[in-house]
């Protein structure tokens, strides 16, 4: 049986004094109670304040940039995701200006916390990521237009770097080490890379080994890039999970697999294994594009 430890021994690498960035991490693992035995623990990541394992990304990418920059004032990224929401908050927290490109089709629920922490909102058209006016391009522009930081976290390596030196730290300490499979959902990879680096990194030292296995959704690109198999048309519904290329954030070296497995599959396939599944959020961000009423316009 695993006993979780509910929070984290493992100090912040990223301390800060803002009472409300101070609480960002260290978040619950609990069991998953339909499995016997605590083999299937969970990471919350919806425990952080906006909700999502981005708040960690976005504490230490941001608080890094300034440390290396005094004249740092302005910070843009681009997000699909949850980053905007969790890049809005800490830039506010630290007085710094934000602005976000996101795509038109971006769920309300996350425009409202960009908004909420006084973010600029620059919706961009769903175009091919080609385009000038995609949301990516449109970030790289303002960046250079106002002189601001660019996140970037489809290339910063900060981004997997952050889960290395953090949310694998938490996770691994919380189980006492006793994990023998890794589950996360990718977008940028960032979460598996990193999570999955430390976790196979501290394995290796206690003489042991972690299989990490990433999740990608239906139709996206990142398990067919991983396995060598040809693109399909891109085409997901949840904002985060799944791309449409192999980004440098996706450290494939650090991933045994990376398909339509989850937690649930790989207990199933092997009742022994004890595993860890990060969830990167609550889920209530997509309700009200998942579910929109059509009868509301
Ligand atoms: C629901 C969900 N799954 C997976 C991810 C992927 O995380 P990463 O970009 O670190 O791969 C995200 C990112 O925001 C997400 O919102």
Redesign the pocket.
Same mark, same amino acid.
């Given at each position: 049986m695993i006993r979780p430890q509910p929070t984290s021994t493992v100090p912040s690498p990223y301390p800060t004094d803002d009472p409300i960035l101070r609480l960002i991490g260290n978040t619950p693992v609990v069991a998953y109670p339909g499995v016997a035995d605590g083999r299937v623990q969970c990471k919350m990541e919806s425990a952080n304040p906006t909700g999502?394992?981005?708040d960690r @990304?976005a504490l230490g990418i941001l608080l890094e940039a300034v440390a290396a920059d005094e004249n740092l004032d302005t910070v843009v990224e681009a997000s699909s995701?949850?980053?905007a929401g969790a890049v809005a908050l800490v830039a506010n927290r630290l007085g710094l200006r934000c602005h976000l490109t996101c795509p038109e089709t971006t769920s309300p629920h996350k425009i409202g916390y960009m908004h909420a922490f006084g973010a600029t909102v620059h919706r961009c058209p769903a175009v091919d990521s080609s385009h000038p006016d995609h949301y990516r391009a449109t970030a790289r522009r303002l960046a250079e237009e106002l002189d601001a930081f660019l996140i970037n976290?489809y290339e910063n390596q900060g981004?997997p770097t952050v889960?290395a030196r953090w949310t694998g730290p938490e996770l691994w300490a919380q189980l006492d080490g006793q994990l023998t499979h890794l589950v996360?959902?990718?977008?940028?990879?960032?979460?598996?890379s990193g999570t999955a680096r430390y976790v196979k990194d501290a394995a290796a030292e206690a003489g042991r080994s972690v299989r990490t296995v990433g999740v990608d959704a239906v139709a996206s690109n990142i398990a067919n890039s991983f396995y060598g198999a040809p693109p399909v048309p891109y085409e997901t519904t @949840?904002?985060?999970?799944g791309k449409n290329e192999k980004l440098s954030?996706m450290w494939f070296d650090a991933i045994d697999e990376a398909a339509l497995h989850v937690a649930l599959q790989v207990h199933q396939e092997d009742p022994s294994a004890r595993i860890g599944v990060v969830i990167?959020?609550g889920?209530d961000?997509y309700f009200d594009t998942l579910f929109a009423d059509p009868s509301a316009d």
């Amino acid at each position: 049986m695993i006993r979780p430890q509910p929070t984290s021994t493992v100090p912040s690498p990223y301390p800060t004094d803002d009472p409300i960035l101070r609480l960002i991490g260290n978040t619950p693992v609990v069991a998953y109670p339909g499995v016997a035995d605590g083999r299937v623990q969970c990471k919350m990541e919806s425990a952080n304040p906006t909700g999502s394992m981005k708040d960690r @990304v976005a504490l230490g990418i941001l608080l890094e940039a300034v440390a290396a920059d005094e004249n740092l004032d302005t910070v843009v990224e681009a997000s699909s995701g949850n980053t905007a929401g969790a890049v809005a908050l800490v830039a506010n927290r630290l007085g710094l200006r934000c602005h976000l490109t996101c795509p038109e089709t971006t769920s309300p629920h996350k425009i409202g916390y960009m908004h909420a922490f006084g973010a600029t909102v620059h919706r961009c058209p769903a175009v091919d990521s080609s385009h000038p006016d995609h949301y990516r391009a449109t970030a790289r522009r303002l960046a250079e237009e106002l002189d601001a930081f660019l996140i970037n976290q489809y290339e910063n390596q900060g981004n997997p770097t952050v889960h290395a030196r953090w949310t694998g730290p938490e996770l691994w300490a919380q189980l006492d080490g006793q994990l023998t499979h890794l589950v996360c959902a990718m977008g940028t990879g960032g979460l598996m890379s990193g999570t999955a680096r430390y976790v196979k990194d501290a394995a290796a030292e206690a003489g042991r080994s972690v299989r990490t296995v990433g999740v990608d959704a239906v139709a996206s690109n990142i398990a067919n890039s991983f396995y060598g198999a040809p693109p399909v048309p891109y085409e997901t519904t @949840v904002e985060g999970l799944g791309k449409n290329e192999k980004l440098s954030t996706m450290w494939f070296d650090a991933i045994d697999e990376a398909a339509l497995h989850v937690a649930l599959q790989v207990h199933q396939e092997d009742p022994s294994a004890r595993i860890g599944v990060v969830i990167c959020d609550g889920g209530d961000q997509y309700f009200d594009t998942l579910f929109a009423d059509p009868s509301a316009d």
